[in-house]
């Protein structure tokens, strides 16, 4: 991260083959999170339906956008909503007009961060909201995701943290 001013920054992040280019700007109003995403290394079966065969692997590329706004409404709270746009290439894809998987993929989520003390250990109360639209070529490969997950993260020590999350989902 690189701090432009007091409430500017730029910065690059890598996760898991994931990489972001993003800048983070605080305002009065609360912050704003936007960037570039992209992946250098993916992939899948180019068929995974193939059974007793010999199955071979494509490149998956997956290159998008994201956008959040994050604001406290009171000193314990942090709350942000994210929009995150994909699209999702598949080098070769073999599989037929109804299955195909290339996609347009949105999510938009909703985080809520409730914090407190427990006999002076940190505690951190979560609750997050996602819902995904994978909106592939074929129509069998689309679908719709809602989750809803529920937490908390204590702070054991400044190295140690403990973090319980329990999630549900239903894809359509």
């Not at 709350?79 to 195909?100: A, G, M, N, P, R």
């Not at 995701?145 to 319980?164: E, M, P, V």
């Amino acid at each position: 991260m690189y701090n432009l001013n007091e409430t500017s920054s730029i910065y690059v992040n890598s996760q898991l083959g994931d990489f972001s280019l993003g800048s983070n700007i605080k305002t009065p109003h609360g912050s704003f999170d936007f960037g570039f995403t992209t992946n250098f290394y993916d992939e899948a079966w180019e068929n995974p339906y193939l059974t007793n065969e010999k199955r071979e692997k494509t490149k998956v590329k997956k290159n998008g956008t994201y956008f959040t706004y994050g604001k406290s409404f009171f000193p314990s709270h942090e709350f942000s909503i994210t929009h995150k746009y994909k699209e999702v290439d598949y080098d070769k894809d073999t599989l037929t007009k109804k299955l195909k998987r290339d996609a347009k993929e949105h999510t938009i989520s909703v985080d809520n961060n409730f914090s407190s003390n427990i006999k002076n250990l940190p505690i951190t109360y979560l609750t997050n909201v996602a819902y995904k639209i994978y909106d592939a070529d074929g129509k069998a490969s689309s679908y719709k995701k809602a989750s809803f997950a529920i937490g908390a993260n204590l702070q054991i020590s400044k190295r140690f943290d403990l973090t319980l999350l329990n999630s549900f989902a239903r894809k359509d």
